[in-house]
């Protein structure tokens, strides 16, 4: 059942459907108009910038390439503004207070575009233009003021309501007014704008300090965060333009300066809806639940970047047609050029990553880790392995992305046992080490038959070592590649073996971690024969080791729990049972229940996706069993059972 926020209940319309459609009306009428200025009246004065200056050039750089830039710009920042504000109107039309946050999120997107500065500036346009600004700082204010409950705080700042539409009527509207902007000056229109966005941010910290309740606080602080960016843009390019006016001048230190204030401003403007993103998807402001498609915020994370690099190279051109001359200034721009491009993947995927931590809260970098952790292990034969003089190595009999598993026989007793050895990059880490030497301790000491026997451990010739038990049998992998999919009755059998030894470790304080077909084993060489789980531990002692974890993160992404995609500190014995719950799926149908084209994706359907239903890919699995499955990989560990055997007791409909 979703809690929901007290706050929307003092800001619902459910019950006022009049006040609800004047509102919707309004939100209507306002976009259309910021549309409507913002391309329909600058569609004939752009067009006629682009092709009057489509031969021209600024310092060597054509005109229309600059007026491009901008272009993309306001195009972006109006996106970043409006996709939030869309957001949170569709959402939430039934809440005034979110169809008035969506209003102001929207005008000052639009308002902090060149769009709305060149219609107020142009002749015949500019009480449209002026309206544009006028909203937008007016938008801006009283977000920071009201938000985010609607109430302003303190209270007498609602008496300055009317001050604040009279004065910003006053300056955007009437050009003939002494008053107006574009007649005051620099100076006196920023020190108008700093007083109102001052007075907003103090309502904004005065309400944290003094009001705000837990989850209030922690919504203002991502917001106030975000209006931090705009702000701080505002105050220090206006700055610098009131110390030296020569940077609005067309050399090469003014457009150099004009390029470098809209890169920054892409950041920081869009610090406002970014941060207002987290918080929804954090603090379910408004009792939204959000989730943005990854790829759209990729593919704008993308548009964004190309705009930068284009423009930061744009700039070294401007520098070095300007500095250097002839072969020298080539030679100069094509190395120029060559290190932006090399720069850029690791910039986009930089970017990616903050998306997938504050946005969906991916904390594992999936980004880095080597293609073997991803998929099972493939068993590959090779004659040589590793120096250790006290075991005779046979073959390698299987790979892994932490670790190669030989066949090797004890020259004491002749018994066949198998060898785990631990990568060279693991075993190099002096923490890892010490942290294995440990936790190795814990794993020699777990005696369950249906856990794996691990007879030693240690260190020979600089190489880490787990000597365990041979098992003759195969592993679940090779027999779904050689069944497909296994009987209920089967499935049963095999699950029931490792729900005990999951269990017991369970008991003894050790978490698995990697609970997949490829860790389970038959050892044929009992009657009947039992399911083996093996490699306790190893994955449990790697991610302890967080510097290890930052490149090599242990679980496979086709069974790992939402917890620990999050690196939750309180992981247990619960996110075995998630991975236990899809190998049952994937072993009764044939098939994973999550099946994603890209890493990414897949962790975000772990964690997002809702558990399907199996009989929709085996409709002969019974209901009983099909609603067990779903319990096991409920996405919250409380919702999940409490133990392995009580899932496979549920999975048999008992």
Known sequence: MMHTNPITNQTSLKNRPVLRAILVAIWISVTGYLIFVLGVVLFGPLLRIFRAEAIQTVLGIPAFFLAGFDLGVDILLTLGFWFIGSVIFIRRSDDWFAILTSLFLITF???ITNFAHITAQTQGYEVLGGLVLMMGDMGIVLLMMLFPDGKFVPGWLKYLLPVLAASMAGIYLFPKFPFYWMEIGVRDYSIFLIVWYLLAMFSAV???RRQAALLQRQQIRWVLTG???PFLWFLIFEFLLLAAPSLQADTLLGTSFSILSRLLGIFMFLMLPV????????????DIDLLIHRSLVYGVLTIGLVIIFTAVLAVVSLVFKNVQQGDQSLIALTVSAVSVGALFQPARKKLQRFVDRFFFKIQIDYQKTPAEIRAEAQTMALDSGPNLPSYRTQE??????MAEVYRAEDPVTGQTVAIKVLLATLAADEQFRRRFLREAEA????NHPNVVKVREFGQENGIYFIVMDYLTGPALNQLLKQKVRLQHAEVLSLLGDVAKALDYAHQQGLV????KPSN?????STIPSRAVLTDFGIAKIVDAHTRITATNILGTFDYIAPEQIQASSELDGRADIYALGIMAYQLLAGELPFKRPDPGALLLAHMTSPPPDIREAAPDIPRQAAYAIQKAMAKKPEERFATANEFVTALAGV
């Open 109 to 111: 997107g639009a308002r």
């Open 206 to 208: 005065y309400r944290y």
């Open 227 to 229: 209006a931090l960016g």
């Open 275 to 286: 941060f207002i993103a987290i918080a929804i998807a954090r603090y379910r402001i408004f």
């Open 396 to 401: 390698l009999i299987g790979r892994g992305g």
């Open 443 to 446: 794993i020699v000491r777990l």
């Open 512 to 515: 698995h971690r990697d609970v």
């Open 520 to 524: 389970v084993v038959l050892d044929t």
